[in-house]
Nanobody
Framework: VHLVESGGGLVQAGGSLRLSCAVS????????IGWFRQAPGKQREKILC????????YYADSVKGRFTISRDNAKNTVYLQMNGLKPEDTAVYYC????????????????WGQGTQVTVSS
């Protein structure tokens, strides 16, 4: 099982980035994929999650209206589209899987990617 994030980088405030989470070793049909982020000195925060089994999508208040999540089963990839980026969005972004539905807590996600850095300049 592998999850690999890509697409991070440096962007100015107000800009956009699209992160990808390419998965292998399992099928997206049976797992939810969550996006998390962790800024220096802060706890890991769940920001979005897409649950394949029931179609639910979770959005944290901090990203609602700016970030969206989507998936392409044919490519085994989940995307995080980030618009209207703010300096406070600067963090390492991770994707992770949980069985069937979006789990509440980070420790309920059993496999994680290595993370990709997103830096938003003011």
């Amino acid at each position: 099982v592998h999850l690999v994030e890509s697409g991070g980088g440096l962007v100015q405030a107000g800009g956009s980035l699209r992160l990808s989470c390419a998965v292998s070793g399992f099928t997206l049909d049976y797992y939810a994929i969550g996006w998390f982020r962790q800024a220096p000195g802060k706890q890991r925060e769940k920001i979005l999650c897409i649950s394949i089994s029931d179609g639910n999508i979770y959005y944290a208040d901090s990203v609602k209206g700016r970030f969206t999540i989507s998936r392409d089963n044919a490519k085994n990839t989940v995307y995080l589209q980030m618009n209207g980026l703010k300096p406070e969005d600067t963090a390492v972004y991770y994707c992770a899987r949980s069985y069937r539905r979006c789990a509440l807590n980070p420790w309920d996600y059993d496999f994680w990617g290595q993370g990709t850095q997103v830096t938003v300049s003011s």
